[in-house]
């Protein structure tokens, strides 16, 4: 599973960014985005992603479903 960003949720903060232990997050053309193939949502890592546990916004960073 892999997580995204929505885009009209995001304040570009970049709170996100020093925190994703697999270097997923990078800095998009209006917002943050998350690189799906390497987004792991932090499992082996965290008990959680630390992503959401640092964003300030609730529901900004969300599972991709397929």
Request: glycine content about 4%; overall charge negative; hydrophobic content about 35%.
């Amino acid at each position: 599973m892999t997580l995204y960003i929505v885009a009209e949720e995001c304040i570009s903060c970049g709170d996100c960014l020093p925190v994703c232990p697999t270097d997923s997050i990078k800095e998009g053309a209006i917002v943050f985005e998350i690189n799906k193939k390497t987004c792991t949502e932090c499992n082996g890592d965290y008990d959680e992603p630390q992503c959401v546990k640092v964003c300030p916004i609730d529901n900004c960073i969300l599972p991709l479903v397929a």
